[in-house]
């Protein structure tokens, strides 16, 4: 008992401590006044990137990077919130020998236009923009790869226009539909709501706090894994008039629908395009497990892996990882094949069941290795996250 009442004073003197230090910082006025950046830094236009481009598309003017030759298959990015095309800088390059690599800025990013209404932003019109930008490139299809909110688009995109997607890989969070039936199973923590509800209410305030500290939340966001010039190209590009705002103006569009439309399973419709899903092993928002069963019956044809130590940002934080995971997933032919419409594979929808155990946490081996019999039972010798001794994951196959 003491123990604890020790613990609890420690915790409490912590927190006291990080208050006043916040304080001290929010009392200076320089904290609050940032510093003016009139040109890009040279990361933004270095041509290892890939071709800077622009396009039109709903009456906008799109802004995209590419990356390979327009004769292979389009692979199309899709960045979340706040960000833009430089977050997939990495897969553009590395992906460019095989596919046309695509990063977009999407509407009131970057350096696309910003929309004339802010009904735009809403996730079926955007949506739309997508599936028209791809027929614009002259495509039928393409491989569609999102990272949250980006992601979130991108499941939309799935199952609204599955003509459009050949394979898909979206990573950090499920879709919009499946984030509906954890609300009501009130699944989602509070301190997540909270979050959301203060960035749908207040006016100015976020936009004043993203300034502080001469945009010190890319430091936070970015920080341990960017270099300076990356940050200095996030600081740059929300530095400059109204970005910040229209990122405001894009989450509140969605906000509002989040309560009050039926996202994707109104019309119950069940994909079957082949796909990926990746989470970082410290994206702590809300657990795997929560939803896999959810997105298993959903997505007929899903394949669920954890990307060691990585966050938020996995293809950032360890893009060769990412880029293993991706390759092996798009190298994968024969069941998992696109699927003749209304047509489904009983291979596709079995759910195997890895179950996670201490000795191969982080140690990939080989079934035939003798390390391998003392484990689980279902292991299979591939590297998971390690979250119980024993807690399963269901994984489609």
Same mark, same amino acid.
């Given at each position: 008992m003491a123990?604890?009442?020790? @613990?609890c004073l420690l915790r409490a003197?912590?927190v006291?401590?990080q208050?006043l230090?916040?304080?001290?910082?929010?009392?200076?006025?320089s904290?609050?006044?940032?510093t003016p950046?009139?040109h890009?830094?040279?990361t933004?236009?270095?041509?290892?990137?890939g071709?800077?481009?622009?396009?039109h598309?709903h009456n906008l003017?799109?802004?995209y990077v590419e990356n390979?030759?327009s004769?292979?298959?389009?692979?199309l990015?899709? +960045? @979340?919130?706040?960000d833009?095309w430089y977050t997939?800088?990495?897969?553009?390059?590395e992906?460019a020998?095989?596919y046309?690599?695509?990063?977009?800025?999407?509407p009131?990013f970057?350096l696309? &236009?910003?929309?004339r209404?802010?009904?735009?932003y809403?996730?079926?019109?955007l949506?739309r923009?997508?599936?028209?930008?791809v027929?614009?490139?002259g495509?039928t299809?393409c491989?569609?790869?999102?990272n949250g909110c980006?992601a979130?688009l991108?499941? +939309?995109?799935?199952?609204?226009y599955?003509?459009?997607?050949?394979?898909?890989?979206?990573?950090g969070?499920?879709?919009v539909g499946?984030?509906?039936q954890?609300?009501?199973?009130?699944v989602?923590p509070?301190?997540v709501?909270?979050?959301?509800?203060?960035?749908?209410i207040s006016?100015?305030?976020p936009?004043?706090?993203?300034?502080?500290g001469d945009y010190?939340?890319?430091?936070?966001?970015? @920080?341990?894994?960017s270099?300076p010039q990356?940050? &200095?190209a996030?600081?740059?590009?929300?530095s400059q008039?109204?970005a910040?705002a229209?990122?405001?103006?894009?989450?509140? &569009?969605?906000?509002n629908?989040?309560?009050?439309?039926e996202?994707?399973f109104g019309v119950?419709?069940?994909a079957?395009?082949p796909g990926?899903?990746?989470?970082?092993?410290?994206?702590?928002?809300?657990r795997?497990?929560?939803?896999?069963?959810l997105?298993v019956d959903?997505?007929q044809?899903?394949e669920?892996?954890?990307?060691?130590r990585?966050?938020?940002?996995? +293809?950032q934080e360890?893009?060769?990882?990412?880029?293993?995971?991706?390759k092996e997933f798009?190298?994968?032919?024969g069941s998992h094949l696109?699927?003749?419409?209304g047509q489904?594979n009983d291979?596709?929808t079995k759910?195997?069941?890895k179950?996670?155990c201490?000795?191969c946490?982080?140690?990939?081996h080989?079934?035939i290795?003798?390390?391998?019999?003392e484990c689980?039972k279902?292991?299979d010798?591939q590297?998971?996250?390690?979250?119980?001794?024993?807690?399963?994951?269901?994984i489609c196959s």
């Open positions: 123990n604890l009442v020790v @613990g003197a912590t006291c401590g208050f230090q916040c304080l001290i910082k929010w009392l200076q006025v904290y609050w006044i940032s950046r009139a890009p830094p040279d933004l236009n270095s041509p290892k990137w071709r800077h481009r622009q396009i598309v003017k799109l802004h390979g030759s004769n292979n298959p389009l692979m990015f899709l +960045h @979340g919130v706040p833009f997939w800088r990495y897969q553009l390059k992906f020998k095989d046309w690599t695509v990063a977009l800025d999407l009131g970057g696309s &236009e910003e929309p209404d802010a009904i735009t809403r996730m079926s019109n949506a923009a997508v599936c028209e930008l027929e614009t490139l495509k299809d491989i569609l790869v999102g980006g979130l991108g499941w +939309h995109i799935v199952n609204q599955p003509e459009r997607v050949s394979k898909y890989i979206m990573m969070l499920p879709s499946i984030l509906q954890l609300q009501e199973q009130n989602i509070l301190n709501l909270l979050k959301l509800a203060f960035l749908s006016q100015s305030l936009i004043k706090l993203a300034q502080a010190a939340m890319f430091t936070k966001l970015l @920080g341990a894994f270099k990356d940050l &200095e996030y600081k740059y590009t929300f008039p109204n910040l229209r990122v405001l103006v894009a989450f509140r &569009e969605n906000w629908d989040f309560f009050v439309e996202f994707e119950r419709k069940t079957t395009i990926l899903y990746l989470v970082g092993e410290n994206d702590h928002w809300i795997l497990d929560e939803y896999s069963p997105m959903k997505y044809a899903l669920t892996r954890f990307v060691p990585t966050g938020r940002y996995l +293809h360890d893009p060769k990882t990412v880029h293993r995971i991706m798009l190298g994968k032919t696109p699927l003749e419409r489904v291979v596709e759910v195997v069941v179950e996670v201490e000795k946490y982080a140690t990939e080989k079934t290795d003798k390390q391998h019999g689980a279902n292991c010798g590297e998971h996250r390690h979250i119980f001794t024993k807690q399963k994951l269901p």
